[in-house]
Every structure is written in C-alpha cells, then in structure tokens.
C-alpha cells in the first residue's frame, strides 16, 4: 500500500526537489512519466526531448539506488496514458495512493491539469529558485515598473555576491554590461564544448526518439548533450576552466559556423535541474578572486542567472496563466517559413536557424537580436513565436521561455519586462558579426532590391507604432533621426518594408 504519489517532472531532476523532501520513502512512491502529451505539444525538437527523457531515466535510476520506489512509464509502454495526470491516476489505481505530493510546475496548464484531479493534490513551493514566486510579488509590490537590474542588486546583496566588505558593489559598479560588447574574430582560439558519448540508457532514449518524432524540426544527431549529474557538473567545470575568462568580451559576438563561442550552453541543464543555480554562481565568483576571470565575465555570467533567470521566474509566477496570450502591439502576421528552415538570403536569418535546428540551441543574442527582431520588426503574431521558442530550444520551459518571448523579444506585454522594444537595424548585426560580411543584401543600404531587409523593416515598425513609442525617452532620439530622413528616400524605404510584408503574408520566400 503506497500512502501518496511523489511526481517528478522532467525539468525537475534535482535530489533536493521539494516533493521529494517532504516524502517518505517507505510510504511513498514516486511517479516519473514520459507523455505525448508534453513531448507532442508543442512538437519539441527531437534533441530536446531525447535530452529530457535520458536525463529523466538516469535520475529514476539514482533515485531508485537511494532507496525510493519508482513508478515510471516509459513512452513505448502499453498502458501510458500519455498524459500527466492521466500516469497519476493510473499509478494511483494501481497502487491504492489517495493523494499527490507536487512541486509546482513551471507551466499554468500543468498547474491546472493538478488542480483538477479528483484526488487531493498538495503542490509545493520550487525551492530551488533563490527568489521565492512569493519573495518576488513582494519585491515588485507598488512599483511603477519592473526593472531586472533594481531586483538584481536585491539579489546580489541578499546573497552577498561580489560585494566588497563594506557591502559595496565590487569595483564600484553594480553592472558591467557595457564592456562586453566585442565582436569576436574568426581567428580567436576558442575551446571546443564537451561532448558526451551516449551510455546505453541514453541509447535506447535515441532509438525510440527518431522512430516518434521524426517529423518534428530538428536533428536529433549527433547527441553529445550531458545526461547525468555528474557529466553536467563536468560541463561546467570546463566553462569555468576554459571559457568563463573570455565569457565577457564575447558574450554578444556571432559568427558563421561558430555555434559556440565563449557560451556556457549550461542553461539546459540548470533547467532540468542537474545543476544548482547558487553552486553556479559562487563558483563564477570564485574565479573572479582567484584571478582566473575578470570581473566583467564574472558578474556577466552571475547577472544572467542570479538577475535576468530569477527575475523571469518572478514575472512568470506573477503575470499568471494570461501571459502568454498577450498581444500589445496588435501583431498577427505569420512565423515566416525560413524559422523552419525554409529558404532565406538572410544570412543572419540563416545561420540562427541552422543553430537552432543542429544544436537545438541559439544563443541570447542570436534569439533576441536576429530571430527575435526579425519576428517583432515584421510583426509576426507573439504567439506563434513563443511557440516556436518553446518547441525548438532544449533549455525552454515556459516559465523561462514566455517572459523572454512575449516580454523582451516581442514586446507583447506592453512594457512589464522591458522598458522599449529591442529592434535594431541591420547595423548592429554587421557590428557583433561576420553575418553582412557573407549576405546577399547590402547591410549600408536601406531601400531597393539589394538592401537589407532588417534596414526597411525597423524604421517601417517605428513609424506604424510612432503613436505608442514617440514620447517613450530611451526613444526619443531615434524617431528624431527618423524625421531627419528625406521624404523620398522614407517613401522608399517604406515600399521596400511593404514588399517584404506582403510577401511573408502571400506565403513566398520573405527575404
């Protein structure tokens, strides 16, 4: 006879989960499940799902060497449900179980799913995020806005993070953003990321991954993604030892080909909860005062989870199940085909794409700068490109995906993320890249067949949206130089965005 069901979904991989911790083992079992109904819905790409389900299989199985019951359902085996709350229930006839034990999820509609059940449901605080849902409704209570940098400093003292002993920023600045903004160079040595030879677990995951998701975006070989605990931890012993000092500088750099660069690709398994967020940082911290790392890759790297992730979190957590849905801008065009794959002359456009599509992976700026400010310049509808973050990247989960999509890329929400929309040109794709360098358009022009695309677009999205944004002071500047445009060459300009348009909306190559 088991007493309560103890579930453990697939981004909550971690011994100190919440769930687990206010269990018994020797009354408790715990249910593990893998489902169409997540795996399907969105159609994830097959490298995220084969990560998920490996690294799933191998926690069942360090769990089951503690001493804990498992009840897990593979997604081959004849009686899955293939839903969540359809393996609870099922679990729950088999075993007698008249209750489950839960740690929140990081998604509304599995928050709902729970809360519907017909048996009792206990859901618990995630634990392992250093900013409560509750400790951040606090922090953002009676504020005008929400600004991640005011709650970043929050954090930072609360936790005494890079804070000199007179509980001052270290080096005087709260924020060194501003010196990591080199372009990199083709010719700079960088270290190749480590690769992961798949055991016979994550073998079998592969086998049956490529038979039922053939059909989704995405290669699903080669599959060198860290699976366990341990060779997640060795992952990021090696962006410690080899790339944290360089981290910095090139944090915002793209080049062709180079999928990697200085990037830690850590947020995967931070994510699925293989590595604690606090270890991360102080350990970015540490390297700082041993002298291993400047303090500008250090509190770059310390900023991105202990700011921009746990602020995220909190807008999540606080926004609620509507979030998602938001639409400020009034966009509803559609996701052009070339975020599929399909053909593009962009060659920013391109390799993004091509990245996401290998690696199931892009990093920020590649999401924010390129596919983002394409999406947003072109006024795709916000939902259709949250659903394609949250398909294609192996670090996406709602919680995280949705405030980064429909807040800072898209500008859905209106303004509760970000204080103006993050569109540019194509100018600052030719100052981080090689990108231009190798494009069929001409990144210094702005009207005619030849110009870059992104040059017509942004200054057609400022004037469609000169009412919302004019008085906006971060703004002011560029509709100035706007107004400074000759009329003729603006008419121009804004017949070039026009054809772009009209061609994403007939459904033929855009660009």
Known sequence: MVRSLVLVLGDQLSPALSALAEADKAQDAVVMAEVMGEAGSPKHHPKKIALIFAAMRHFAAELEAKGWRVLYSRLDDPGNSQSITGELLRRACETGAKAVRATTPGDWRLIAALDALPIPVTRLEDTRFLASAAGFARWAKGRKTLRMEFFYREMRRKYRILL?????????????????????????????????????????????????????FGLLHPFTFAVTRADAEKAAEHFFTESLANFGPYQDA???????????????????????????????EAEYRAGRAPLSSAEGFIRQILGWREFVRGIWALQGPEYTKRNALGHHRPLPAAYWGGETKMTCLREAVRATRANA?????????????FALLAGVAPGEVHAWYLSVYADAFEWVE???????????????????PYVSSGAYIDRMSDYCRH??????????????????????????????????????LIYAALDRINPDDRRAIFARANTYLEQIDTGADPV
């Open 254 to 284: 793209m080049l062709i080909g180079d999928d990697t660069l200085y990037h830690s690709l850590l947020s995967p398994y931070l994510n699925l909860g293989l590595l604690d967020p606090l270890a991360l940082i102080r350990r970015a």
């Open 164 to 216: 000199d002993d007179d509980g001052k920023p270290e080096g005087g600045k709260w924020n060194y953003d501003a010196e990591n903004r080199k372009p990199a160079s083709s010719d700079l040595f960088r270290p190749t990321p480590p690769a992961f030879t798949p055991d016979a677990i994550t073998v079998a995951v592969l086998d049956l991954v490529g038979h039922k998701f053939a059909d989704h």
């Open 402 to 420: 949705a405030p980064n999509t429909i807040g800072m890329s898209q500008f859905a929400d209106g303004g509760v993320v970000a204080s103006k």
């Open 361 to 373: 992976h892009a990093h920020h700026i590649q999401r924010l700068m390129v596919t983002g400010n």
């Open 439 to 476: 494009c069929s358009y001409d990144v210094r022009s702005r009207s005619g067949e030849a110009a870059c695309p992104l040059n017509a677009l942004y200054w057609h999205f400022l004037s469609r949206h000169r009412a919302r944004f004019a008085a906006n002071p971060r703004m002011g």
